[in-house]
């Protein structure tokens, strides 16, 4: 099975990491990462321009908005895109192949922890998957609308994190913690919490933890003040109705 990787810039090049362990060539347009990636991985095949797609099983990782720019010759064996907001339709419209995955990954490809969504053809969902599954764990849906909705979800919801993580080290912080130590307890406090969510309900984790009168009860009031639920639903609209207008 040979790979051909389209795109190597923040998450393609995320994404190799896991990948390389597969025959995979890389085409990178960009001469300075061209450059670079060929002193980091000496061993992979990676050029300048696309390469006929007959043999290849393609995963397409450039900027949604390259798409109209691609150029490519051939008829892949199957077509795994990246590509925010872009459907199976016009994917289909630009690039011949016999099968399409629509693929969303999220940032934590970087450390191979990607929680990735993928939907489109069932002849090639098990492939994708195995491919994908490289940098992270995969989940398989049933349409596009619904990997829509996951792109807030996997795929924004990072920034979100990291959001509340900035909050609650500044709220540490205030009251006399100093910033460094607060980013590493933040940091085992969200992958243990993780893990734990992987079996627990989160209301039963949220009761688990809350006592009457106690201090994190007394948090969740001040969080409810202030909307903090409210919001993250509102965030999720806002992230699925973009999606659909790229």
């Known amino acids: 099975m040979k790979i051909l990787l389209i795109g190597a810039g923040n998450m393609g090049g995320a994404m190799l990491k896991g990948l390389q362990a597969y025959d995979i060539t890389v085409v990178e347009a960009n001469e300075r990462k061209l450059a670079a990636l060929r002193l980091e ?3 992979i095949s990676v050029v300048g321009k696309i390469p006929d797609l ?5 995963i397409l990782a450039i900027k949604p908005q390259s798409l109209e720019h691609l150029n490519t010759k051939g008829t892949a064996k199957g077509l795994i895109s990246i590509l925010a907001g872009t459907n199976l339709e ?12 629509r693929a969303m990954p999220n940032m934590a490809a970087l450390v191979q922890k990607s929680a990735t969504s993928l939907c489109g053809d069932s002849e090639l969902k098990d492939l994708a998957i195995e491919l994908l599954n490289s940098f992270g764990k995969c989940f398989w849906l049933e349409s596009e609308n ?6 807030g979800l996997a795929g924004s919801a990072p920034a979100w ?4 993580a900035e909050s609650l080290s500044d709220g540490a912080v205030n009251l006399g913690l100093k910033r460094d130590i607060t980013y590493k307890y933040i940091a085992a406090l969200f992958e243990g919490v993780g893990i734990v969510l992987e079996d627990i309900h989160p ?3 949220k009761d688990k933890v809350t006592s009457p009168n106690g201090t994190t009860i007394a948090g969740i009031a001040k969080l409810e003040e ?3 639920r409210d919001s993250f639903i509102k965030a999720m609209r806002a992230s ?5 207008d790229i």
């Open 41 to 43: 991985y000496p061993t």
């Open 146 to 151: 619904e990997l829509d909705i996951a792109t």
């Open 226 to 228: 202030g909307k903090v």
């Open 161 to 164: 994190l990291a959001l509340v």
């Open 240 to 244: 699925y109705e973009k999606t659909k």
């Open 203 to 205: 209301a039963l984790l």
């Open 54 to 58: 007959d043999d290849f099983i393609v």
């Open 90 to 101: 016009k994917l289909k419209a630009k690039v011949d192949a016999k099968f399409y995955v």
